[in-house]
């Protein structure tokens, strides 16, 4: 075991995880590194998480306050946490033993600020519970360009410098969904990235209710954070050029309505087409999928079942 790095904060919201709460806090206990301290927010739950938490004594530290949703829960145990580096994991998700020793090395070998590595989807069939392991930004001279597409690790697999945290105030609590995506959109992209390409976290789907099984507000909160961003950034946006700005945000928007559309998810669809439209993005093939999404939600879903009774001849957008 490492015992003689800089101390590790891990913060770990929680509201009402009782399911799987104890081995999300045991993966980090059992981190083959030391220093380690594990900080668990108890973010208003009514379940049995908060005597789950009890259970570790002084092992952990628990931080209770009423429900005030993940991007807070995190910059309270941030508040809390003391340690150099810090990792944030769910309280369904969890570790190898070797996460922390791992992103440490990385850290320190390349001088860099912030650590990602591979993970997993587990508990999805086929493609989308294989393991992944994300680019190397730092090798592609489009770094920026790829982050604001989409930044490829989840929350839980990185680790990064404590003053970088502190120089973004932490999450940004207007996002109710993708507050990850903007926060590492914002510290990512002015800082030096190191990966570790293996799979060391692993992303648990399971029947409870997830925030991001909400479709719509996922794909308007991140045009939303890119939009912010891109605000807050002109030399950024101006360097990218218009085209470039619209197709990695308007396009991303209309690219994800058509994963609804043709998943016949109509509902999602046709709010998120609607709201690609309110931009004027998109060719009059497109126009042709997306200018339905105007009527009411209930004649929307007869004219696509009328046209999925048609022999198919368009693929426009799969």
């Known amino acids: 075991m490492t015992n003689n790095g800089p101390l590790v904060s891990v913060v770990i ?13 045991d993966s980090a206990l059992n981190q083959d590194y030391a220093p380690l301290e594990v900080i668990v927010v108890d973010d208003g739950s009514t379940d049995g998480s908060g005597r789950i938490m009890e259970t570790y004594g002084s092992r952990i530290t628990v931080v209770r306050q009423a429900n005030s949703g993940v991007s807070a829960a995190r910059n309270s145990g941030l508040r809390r946490s003391k340690g150099s580096y810090v ?9 190898q033993a070797e996460f922390a020793s791992k992103m440490v090395a990385a850290l320190q070998q390349s001088n860099a600020a912030i650590a990602y590595c591979g993970w997993q989807n587990v508990g999805l069939p086929g493609p989308r519970g294989t393991p992944f392991v994300p680019p190397d930004y730092e090798a592609n001279d489009q770094k920026i360009l790829l982050l604001l597409s989409g930044v490829r690790w989840p ?12 120089q973004v105030g932490g999450f940004d609590t207007r996002w109710t969904s993708c507050e990850d995506f903007a926060f590492w959109l914002y510290t990512a992209t002015s800082q030096r990235l190191v990966r570790v390409p293996e799979v060391l976290a692993y992303y648990r789907h399971h029947g409870v209710s997830q925030l991001t099984s909400n479709r719509v507000q996922v794909a308007r909160n991140h045009w939303l954070v890119q939009m912010d961003f891109l605000r807050q950034n002109p030399s950024i946006r101006n360097a990218l050029g218009t085209e470039t700005v619209r197709r990695i945000t308007h396009g991303s928007l209309l690219a994800r309505g058509y994963r609804c559309f043709w998943d016949r998810d109509l509902e999602s669809a046709q709010k998120i087409f609607r709201w690609v439209m309110r931009t004027g993005y998109g060719s009059l093939q497109d126009w042709k999928y997306t200018l339905p999404a105007v009527l009411p939600l209930a004649l929307y879903r007869r004219v696509v079942g009328w046209f999925d009774a048609r022999p198919r001849t368009m693929n426009s957008g799969q």
């Open 13 to 25: 919201p929680c509201f009402n995880g009782e399911r799987f709460l104890a081995a999300a806090i």
């Open 155 to 166: 929350v839980h697999a990185a680790m990064v410098q404590r003053q970088v945290v502190e």
């Open 87 to 95: 990792a944030f994991l769910d309280a369904d998700d969890y570790w």
